[in-house]
Antibody
Framework: QITLKESGPTLVKPTQTLTLTCTFSGFSLSTTGVGVGWIRQPPGKALEWLALIYWDDDKRYSPSLKSRLTITKDTSKNQVVLTMTNMDPMDTATYFC?????????????WGQGTLVTVSS | SYELTQPPSVSVSPGQTARITCSGDALPKQYASWYQQKPGQAPVLVIYKDSERPSGIPERFSGSSSGTTVTLTISGVQAEDEADYYCQSADSSGSYEVFGTGTKVTIL
């Protein structure tokens, strides 16, 4: 049974750095093909793809946010961490992490419940 | 950067067929996935690799691809299918991924 859960601050101030952790179970990020991605959704708006990391440490970033994002994995802890620098009120959103079974298969087949991050002074 | 375009809304009567399109220049080269999202919930994968259905997804959900457009079809729509639907795919080189603009499906 695959589960993922996002954790991190619910409130950050403008210009601060956000650090979110995705803690998962039921799979290993050392298994060939597996990936974990981050997606966000501002209130009432569409999903936005942010970043994804694969088992072999291949990392992909949204080009519009690439300069502000870093994604890393800790295979021993079953965690993936996303950092986003220079936070702005426009970054207020629910942040999701999700599992990818394989690079070839595509899709994100298991999702966390999401965590709402508000950016405000 | 790359964009996937969907119609903002689709309305359909129960038992009828809903078709949701997603257009993008790289779709002839990259597979697409589709997600269903209900209010306050995380998205659910309903189609991957253009037309494959994950286990547990009803057979009334199907996907197809033609040129620069992929289509999600919901046959025999039920009240529980009322939700937002998003397509997802990658740019032509596979360097990054994007979600579509989203389509709200309303059951009349």
């Amino acid at each position: 049974q695959i589960t993922l859960k996002e954790s991190g601050p619910t409130l950050v101030k403008p210009t601060q750095t956000l650090t979110l952790t995705c803690t998962f179970s039921g799979f290993s990020l050392s298994t060939t093909g597996v990936g974990v991605g981050w997606i966000r959704q501002p209130p009432g708006k569409a999903l936005e793809w942010l970043a994804l990391i694969y088992w072999d440490d291949d990392k992909r970033y949204s080009p519009s946010l690439k300069s502000r994002l870093t994604i890393t994995k800790d295979t021993s802890k079953n965690q993936v961490v996303l950092t986003m620098t220079n936070m702005d009120p426009m970054d207020t959103a629910t942040y999701f992490c999700a599992h990818r079974r394989s690079r070839a298969r595509g899709g994100l087949d298991f999702w966390g419940q999401g965590t709402l991050v508000t950016v405000s002074s | 950067s790359y964009e996937l375009t969907q119609p903002p809304s689709v309305s359909v009567s129960p038992g009828q067929t809903a078709r949701i399109t997603c257009s993008g220049d790289a779709l002839p080269k990259q597979y697409a996935s589709w997600y269903q999202q209900k209010p306050g919930q995380a998205p659910v994968l309903v189609i991957y690799k253009d037309s494959e259905r994950p286990s547990g997804i009803p057979e009334r959900f199907s996907g197809s691809s033609s040129g620069t457009t992929v289509t999600l079809t919901i046959s025999g729509v039920q009240a529980e299918d009322e939700a937002d639907y998003y397509c997802q795919s990658a740019d032509s080189s596979g360097s990054y991924e994007v979600f579509g603009t989203g389509t709200k499906v309303t059951i009349l």
